[in-house]
């Protein structure tokens, strides 16, 4: 049983039912994907590579994102409080994201899962999952319900630290680089223009300096740079790394509803689909020859756990910087373009131990 047809639960519920597993794929949402709450960003395959060196078939796994792939962006223009900028070469792509969910869903059907959309959870107790349209069993039940995930409040697992962001798409003519700004317009986060051919995602996200109205700051970026933007869309973002624990009992919690998110730039559809995969799997492995679920748990953090644990301890320094706008500008003008690279990439910026695999 899946909770949340996003990238996360959409690809665990299509590698489940790829090993011959009875799977039920359950959304609340009458339509998957809509509304989009997203800067619809995802980070190209050699990226990845590069990122999570271990990580194998990700032309199998991307293959929905990359189907409805919009431009490419080879570019991260990082925008110090000052105006100066650094451009960090950086290889990524901008989808339709409604389209990208619902091909990931299709993909899932196609191997055999059931889907539900218009069915919400509103309880799991071990393994029976309680919703608008009856109790349904599951021997394992995978929480990919998002960062404020009702499986995991059910089961008594935490939520993630997360932080509220919005966007809208901007018509208008762009380049094919990606910015993001950082200081006071977008306290202890960042404002982004992510272009997408005729037009752009634009949007910001904020954390702890950010006491106000999070609508304010959008409403002066757009106002400021003249956008033509339409109906603004918001959610959280998991800000400050995975859970300490994504398993209980049959329960698994998986993409946002884990924290799977890259902390110094928000991204988390690629992660959310490596550990889909990896929940698929491992679901897979119990049911057909009783592999503890536990197994979910190492494997995911053996894949990524290393650069999720250094991206957290990089947000962590950049917190003390961040509200702040004299400090931060020194602070990036200290760091310079490659050690900018590395932050984006959750790689270490400076000599030392290793973060641990959170
Ligand atoms: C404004 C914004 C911009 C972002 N921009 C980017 C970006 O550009 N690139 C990037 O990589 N990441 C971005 N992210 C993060 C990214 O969107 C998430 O990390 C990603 O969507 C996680 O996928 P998921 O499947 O875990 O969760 P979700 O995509 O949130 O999917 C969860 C699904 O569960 C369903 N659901 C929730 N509760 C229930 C319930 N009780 N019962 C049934 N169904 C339920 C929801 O309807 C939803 O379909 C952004 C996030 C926000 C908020």
Redesign the pocket.
């Known amino acids: 049983m899946v909770?949340?047809?996003?990238?996360?639960?959409?690809t665990a519920a299509r590698y489940a039912a790829r090993r011959g597993l009875r799977v039920l794929l359950?959304?609340?949402?009458k339509e998957?994907?809509v509304p989009v709450?997203?800067?619809?960003?995802?980070?190209a395959n050699e990226e990845v590579r590069t990122i999570f060196p271990t990580l194998t078939d990700l032309e199998d796994l991307m293959e929905a994102p990359y189907r409805v792939r919009q431009i490419d962006t080879p570019v991260i223009r990082i925008w110090t409080p000052r105006g100066r900028h650094y451009d960090i070469p950086f290889r990524g792509f901008t989808v339709a994201?409604d389209r990208m969910?619902q091909g990931i869903a299709r993909q899932a059907v196609d191997e055999g899962a059931d889907l539900m959309t218009e069915?919400?959870?509103?309880r799991v107790r071990g393994k029976e999952v309680v919703?608008n349209h009856g109790t349904f069993e599951g021997k394992v039940v995978i929480g990919?319900?998002?960062?404020?995930?009702?499986?995991a409040r059910s089961v008594g697992l935490q939520w993630p630290v997360s932080a509220p962001?919005?966007?809208a798409t901007a018509h208008g003519t762009f380049g094919d680089e990606t910015d993001m700004f950082f200081g006071n317009l977008a306290p202890g986060g960042y404002a982004?223009i992510?272009p997408k051919g005729d037009c752009a995602?634009v949007?910001l996200?904020t954390w702890q300096h950010f006491r106000g109205n999070l609508r304010s700051l959008y409403d002066r970026f757009v106002r400021e740079r003249k956008f033509e933007a339409g109906k603004a869309?918001?959610?959280?973002?998991?800000v400050m790394g995975p859970v300490d624990r994504t398993v209980k009992g049959n329960v698994l919690l998986?993409?946002?509803?884990a924290g799977?998110?890259m902390a110094t730039n928000?991204?988390?559809?690629?992660?959310?689909m490596i550990c889909?995969r990896i929940a698929g799997d491992v679901s897979a492995d119990h049911v057909l020859s009783g592999t503890p679920l536990v197994e979910y748990e190492r494997r995911w953090r053996a894949a990524v756990g290393g650069p999720l644990a250094e991206g957290v301890r990089i947000k962590a320094l950049a917190d003390r910087f961040f509200g702040n706008d004299r400090l931060l500008e020194a602070a990036m003008l200290l760091l310079g373009r490659r050690r900018m690279g590395r932050a984006i990439r959750c790689q270490r910026i400076f000599l030392g131990p290793r973060a641990k695999a959170l």
Do not use: F
């Open positions: 909770v949340g047809s996003g990238p996360a639960g959409g359950l959304d609340k949402r998957i994907g709450q997203c800067g619809e960003y995802v980070a994201r969910d069915t919400a959870v509103t919703t990919a319900d998002g960062p404020r995930s009702t499986t962001a919005m966007s982004w992510i995602n949007g996200g869309t918001g959610g959280y973002v998991p998986v993409g946002d509803a799977h998110v928000g991204g988390g559809i690629n992660v959310s889909g």
